[in-house]
Each structure stands twice: as C-alpha cells, then as structure tokens.
C-alpha cells in the first residue's frame, strides 16, 4: 500500500502520538503532520471539527487516504499490517503476546493515569496541588515501571531492544513514557534495562525524529 496522503494529527508532547511518530518512522512513511494544540484556548481537540474527526477528542488520529485510525497501539498494528516492511512485531505468536504484553503495560496501565486530562481532572475538580498532582503520577509510573524492568530482566527474548534486535511496539511505547517520567522527575536508577534500551533506542533517526523537541509545533521549532 502507498503511504502517499497519511496524515496524522499529533501534539507535540503527546506520549501517544509520540508513538505514532515512531512507528511512521520506522515503516519509514511520508506522512503530514497536523497540530492539534491541547492546551490553547481550552484545547483545539474539543473544537466540533475534531470532534467530528474522533468522538473521543483525543491524539493521535492517523489518516489514511478514506481511513480514520484511531488510538495509537490500533494505528501500529493498522501500519504493521497494511506495510509489513520493518516489522513492529515479532513473526510468532508466543513473542508477539510478549511485545503486546509490554506495550500494553504502558499505554493501559502507566500512561491513562497520567495523561493531560487526568491531570488536568487531579487539579481541577480534585483540587490537588502541583506537589501532589506531581507525587501522583510519580507513583503510577514507578509501579509500572518496577513491573517491566523485571519482565525485561527476566526474559531470555531480551535484547538490544525490548525483544530481540529490532525496535518494535514494545521500544515504541517506553521510550514516550520515559520522556514522561523525566518531565516529572522519576529516578530512573532503579531500571537499568529501561534506561539502556531507551538509550538504544534514541540513538536511532526514527526515535530521533519523532521527539517532542523536534516537531514542528513544539514550542521552540523554528519558525
């Protein structure tokens, strides 16, 4: 399948559509990136022509010619599927269950409980302060991470990345949630196979691309 006419709608900071990033790097995809700001003027992704887009007013939303992909671990597989080159998962089933397994750790059991409108929920009608909001996404991503640092440690499918030699689902799912956990000051000490698998990782273009710091509506992008 051609990648010509992707689009994804991103935000820059977005651990999910950071994932997104990725994997349309790895598949090495052309691909346009739209912003949807989630912060300014309340945020753009409860305007009525994001909403129309997806229900949810969440990112990312992949584009694909006439196809809306919704949620990132779906646009993943969407792409591994429909461009099986540089596969993001593993041949067999045993190991696919594995990487599913890590990835799935991230984006359903750390990232929902520290994304933007959690926060947002925590200060607001939960009236916490930033000390404590902060305290409390701490906590949620050192419990996750206790878990797949020793499922790292204790699997022999370990390699270089998550499993094996190849970046796939699993690499792209921490390394956002790390960018996460360095925003609020988790010790990473305690993960020294997270640590060394993310470092691994950013030394790669596709990672490298796909960083916050380098999309074009961060912040300081130039212009």
């Known amino acids: 399948m051609s990648s010509a006419g992707i689009t994804l709608y991103s935000y820059w900071r977005s651990s999910a559509a950071y994932r997104a990033r990725i994997a349309l790097n790895l598949k090495e995809l052309d691909y346009e990136i ?15 022509d994001f909403h129309a887009l997806n229900p949810q007013e969440l990112v990312p939303v992949l584009v694909d010619g006439q196809r809306i992909i919704r949620q990132s671990l779906a646009i993943i597989e969407y792409l591994d599927e429909t461009r099986p080159e540089q596969p993001l998962l593993p041949a067999n089933a045993r190991d696919r269950a594995r990487v599913r ?30 000390e404590q909001r902060d305290a409390w996404v701490r906590h949620w991503i050192e419990s996750g991470f206790a878990a797949f640092e020793s499922m790292l440690r204790d699997s022999s499918s370990t390699g270089e990345y998550c499993e094996g030699e190849m970046p796939g689902m699993a690499d792209i799912c921490l390394v956002p949630q ?13 993960y020294p196979e997270i640590r060394r698998i993310t470092e691994a990782c950013r030394e790669l273009e596709a990672f490298r ?12 992008a130039a212009g």
């Open 34 to 48: 739209r912003g949807v700001h989630l912060v300014r003027d309340g945020g753009e992704q409860h305007s009525d």
């Open 101 to 130: 397994s890590l990835a799935l750790l991230v984006a359903c059991d750390i990232h929902p409980l520290n994304n933007l409108r959690v926060l947002q929920y925590l200060e607001g009608q939960a009236g916490l302060d930033k």
């Open 178 to 190: 790390v960018f996460n956990a360095e925003r609020f000051d988790v010790d990473m000490t305690p």
């Open 209 to 220: 691309r796909a960083a916050p710091e380098n999309q074009p509506d961060a912040p300081d």
